[in-house]
């Protein structure tokens, strides 16, 4: 009797523990941002607004606040820490008026770079440029 509540115990314990460290990872890998444009993840469209970036491994999620639009996609490569572990930032590409999240840096400083999309003869002939946003 003694030798089962003792297992029951050590594995509750266990159990606990697992959970309390998946939170706390989980806890780091997550930032709010307002994104003031419509902007493209993978193939989807987004409207301007308040989002959740989560990310999980090599996947990245992106949801607004709202519950109403998301988005998943798989980074394409991950950077080292060269950055401030403070400092959750969106860098996104802008080809003419479109717009296209390309980095998500979070506070357990790793930088994710999404897969960079294809662009048309028309888009080289726009203006090109960078955004970031930082986090709240």
Do not use: C
Not at 53 to 80: F, S
């Amino acid at each position: 009797m003694k030798v089962t509540i003792l297992r029951l115990t050590v594995m509750m314990a266990l159990a606990l523990a697992f959970v309390a460290s998946a939170q706390a990872q989980t806890a780091l890998n997550y930032k709010t941002f307002a994104v003031p444009f419509s902007f493209k993840v993978g193939n989807k469209v987004l409207p301007a607004g308040e989002y959740k970036i989560t990310a999980d491994n090599q996947v990245i999620r992106v949801q607004k606040t709202d519950g109403k639009e998301n988005a998943v996609t798989l980074t394409q490569r991950t950077r080292g820490a060269n950055h401030n572990l403070g400092d959750a930032k969106l860098t996104f590409r802008r080809y003419g008026d479109q717009y296209y999240l390309s980095q998500v840096w979070l506070t357990d400083s790793l930088g994710r770079e999404l897969k960079k999309p294809r662009r048309s003869v028309t888009d080289l002939a726009q203006n090109v440029g960078v955004v970031e946003i930082f986090g709240r």
